[in-house]
Each structure stands twice: as C-alpha cells, then as structure tokens.
C-alpha cells in the first residue's frame, strides 16, 4: 500500500523534474528568446504552470478528499497525470503545453495532500511518523528519474521531439498508480465519517488480519468526533502561532531557490560553464544527490531531533548559498566550485527544509484541525513555489542578466529563515503529540512546547 500510494509523489516529482530538462528544447521550438523580457514571462508562466495547478489542487483536495474518499480520489488524479502527460506531449501550440502542466500541477496539488492522508489512514502509528519523510524519499526519486530521463531522451531523440517524449513518459507511472490503486481498499477512516460502519470494519479486518478490531474501531470513531473541529479557531490563540510556523516553513523552504535548481538546473550550470552534456549530467547527480542525502534524513531526523538538524541545514544552506551568489556572478569561471556548491547545498536541503517542515506540520496541529491545518500549509508551499518558478527568468533578467544576483536574493531570504526558525521553531523529537497540545493549551511559549514532557520510552 505504501508503494502504491508513494507512487503519487513520485509523480509529484517527476512531473516537476521533467520541465528542467524539456525546456531546453521546447521554448526553441515555439521560438521563444532567451533575452526577451516578454518571452522569459511567458517561459516563466509555462514553467510555473505546475505549481500554479498545485496550489489550485491543493485548495480544493480537502473538498475531493471529503466526498468522493480518499481512494478515489487518488483515482481521478491518476488520471488527470495521466491526461496532463498526453496533452503537454502531443500539444500542438504552446498553451496546450501549459494547460497539460496545469492539469498535472492540479493533479499534483490534490494527490500531494490526499495520498499522505490516506496513508496516515490505512498505517499503524508506529510507523505513520517515516511514512511521511519516505513520500518525501518518494518526491526525490521521481525529480531524479525525470532527470535521468531528460539526458537519455535528449540523447537519443531529435531536438524537435525529445520534450514530447520527455512529458510523455509521465503516462507510465500514472498508469501504474491507477492500476495499483484500483486493488487498495478504501480508507476505513473515511467510512467511519460517512457511518459506514460495517464497511469500515471489516477493512480494519483486512488491513489488520484479524477478526477482533473492536479497540481501533472505538479509537477511530473517538478521533472522527474530536475532528469535527471549527477551522476557525486555527486563526485564533493557541493556535495561530502553529500556523505561522507550519506555514512559515513552507515559505523559507521555497525561498531557499530549492526550485529554482530543480526547474533550471542545466540553466544555471550552462552560465557556470558547463558544456551541452554535462549540464544535464550535472543534473542529474543533483538528482541521486538528493535521493541519498534524503534516505540519510530518513534514518537521522528521529536522532538527531528536528531543531538542531533545522538550523544545521539553514546554516549550511547560507554559506553554499552564499558562495554560489560569488561564483554565478562570475560567469562561466569556476563550473566545478558552482557544482560542488549547489550539490552541497541540496544536501543540506535534503536533510533539512526538505523533509522537516512536512514533519513538524502534521506534528504540531492538533488532530481536530490537523487537515485544515495542513491544507493551508500546503497552499504556502505552493503558492511560494510557484512564485519562484515564475520569478527565476524575469528575475534574471532584470538583475543585469546575471543568476547570481538572483542567488544573493535567496541567501538573504535564507538568513531570515534561519531567524524565524531559531526563535519560533520548537523541539518536537520523541514527545508525546498529546503532551505538545498540552503545552499549548497551558500557554507555554511556541519554542518550549516540546519542554517538560515526557520523553518517549
Ligand atoms: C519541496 C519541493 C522540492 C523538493 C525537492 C520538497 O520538500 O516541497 O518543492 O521540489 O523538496 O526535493
């Protein structure tokens, strides 16, 4: 099952991976310029299409995730990958290409808030807690698999064409994911609130392999009357400080440029002078870079709590920050200090802004407005997103043509993330959630709610 469902964020993945490599050679084929402010707008708008989708999607996910269920709606978003992947990689003009990469960003932006959810609904707790880093794990395969497709595709086909294949290749995992979800059940916990009871039951037998599932039905149908919750009350003390943080660490991750590598990636690396090849295998170790870094979060962020690998990261996120603003400013002098930087520094993303502020947001809410809570965090996420993908071009372009100034912007963006989360962020390794929602309700300070608890056995 999780598989099944991670193969969603490998899509999420995949789907925004993919534009890196296509754009190479599809904004020459519609003849847009590369020093025209106008074209790099519309460049922009085409790359920025995902996120725009997403955060479309992920407002509307909730309503979807309600009425139709989880599993189907995994189901229409297979889908609509599916559809996405066909009409950007047959379009005849450049708008269907941006209506296919709005249509996956929708798709994105649904499957991206339903797929954690449902996982979290069908998984025993123990092990609910890495189930959301390994969607996390899932995302970073799918962004490597997009660029390792772009360098065979854009190898083996003609110039003209390779991007229809690259969109293209999104309908094989879409298809394996429909197939795949087709056979899960439904969540037991979305039966429970449409009183569904039998039904409900008697997934638990199956998801559990036992006849005897009175206890989790009674957990179950306790939760489902605590989250009937008032989303209002998400605006208002106690609660509002935790909305700041969940949703000011989605800001932080975006504007660290995270996206800015991953959309323009071989952009970047042919200013810091790497030639035609090499700046898609450039690329693509950025990709199993990530990957690996990624797997080592996984395996550390229990240990080594989420504060301290937080600000570890931000901070060597501004020095690699730093010096890639130095040496892109540079053009073209120093390829292998701009590689080894941005590889540095996706490492510290990986452990760090990649995989924490997903942790800390599904840690922090209290259940009964957990998915509100969530969803709004996730429209942060791609709201920003979406900002730096449409910004990157006009950006350069009206910073003296030159990537490193736009760099210089996320550096200083980064320091004051790194402020927002020394001061607000709290230590959440090991306690109990219940013991966090106490604090909060006792009025203990944001960065102490993690204090004087009990630690977990
Ligand atoms: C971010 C994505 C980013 C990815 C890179 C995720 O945590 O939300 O925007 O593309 O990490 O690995």
Redesign the pocket.
């Known amino acids: 099952m999780g598989a099944i469902a991670a193969i969603a964020g490998l899509l999420f993945g995949f789907d ?1 991976g993919v534009i890196s490599g296509a754009q190479e050679f599809l904004f020459p084929y519609f003849n847009l310029k590369d020093n025209n402010l106008q074209d790099a707008a519309t460049r922009g708008l085409i790359v920025a299409c995902v996120p725009i989708g997403a955060l479309l999607g992920a407002m509307v996910s909730g309503f979807f995730a309600h009425r139709l269920g989880r599993r189907r709606t995994l189901l229409m978003t297979a889908i609509m990958f599916f559809n996405g992947a066909i009409v950007a990689a047959l379009a005849p003009h450049l708008y269907s290409v941006g209506i296919g990469r709005l249509v996956m960003g929708l798709a994105i932006g649904i499957s991206a808030m339903v797929a954690p959810m449902y996982l979290a609904e069908v998984s025993p707790p123990k092990i609910r807690g890495s189930m959301i880093f390994l969607f ?1 794990l899932a ?2 395969i799918g ?1 490597f698999s997009a660029f390792a497709i772009n360098l065979w595709f854009g190898r083996i086909f003609e110039p003209t064409v390779s991007w229809r294949y690259m969109f293209g290749a999104g309908v094989i995992p879409a298809t394996i994911f429909f197939l795949g979800m087709l056979g899960l059940p439904k969540s037991p916990r979305w039966l429970m609130l449409k009183n569904r009871f039998e039904e409900a039951k008697a997934v638990m037998q199956r998801l559990l392999g036992r006849y005897d599932v009175d206890a989790e039905m009674n957990e179950m149908r306790e939760s489902c009357s605590r989250e009937q919750g008032n989303w209002i009350t998400l605006f208002k003390k106690p609660l509002l400080p935790l909305l700041c943080v969940a949703f000011g660490l989605f800001v932080f ?2 504007l660290s440029g ?2 800015a590598v ?1 959309y323009y990636g071989p952009e970047i690396f042919s200013k810091a002078g790497f030639g035609a090849d090499a700046k898609f295998l450039a690329q693509l170790c950025i990709g199993i870079i ?1 990957v690996l870094s990624t797997i080592f979060g996984v395996w550390i962020v229990d240990k080594s709590g989420r504060r301290p690998l937080l600000l570890v990261g931000f901070i060597g996120l501004i020095i690699c920050l730093g010096g890639l603003s130095f040496c892109l400013k540079a053009e073209g002098l120093h390829p292998f200090v701009c590689l080894s930087l941005t590889l540095l520094y996706v490492v510290f993303f ?1 452990i760090s802004l ?1 995989g924490v502020p997903y942790i800390l947001m599904s840690e922090l809410f209290p259940l009964k407005v957990r998915s509100v809570g969530m969803a709004i965090a996730s429209c942060a ?1 791609w709201g920003f ?1 979406m900002m730096v993908a449409f910004s990157f071009k006009p950006l350069t372009n009206l910073l003296g043509n030159n990537i490193g100034n736009v760099f210089v912007l996320y550096t200083i963006c980064t320091v004051f993330g790194f402020l927002f989360a020394y001061r607000f962020v709290p230590e959440t390794k090991g306690r109990h959630l219940e013991a966090l929602e106490e604090n909060l309700y006792e009025g203990k300070e944001l960065s102490q709610l993690g204090q004087t608890v009990e630690v977990r056995e």
């Open positions: 925004t996390q995302i970073t962004i991750q975006q995270i996206n991953m990530n990986a990649g996420n997103n």
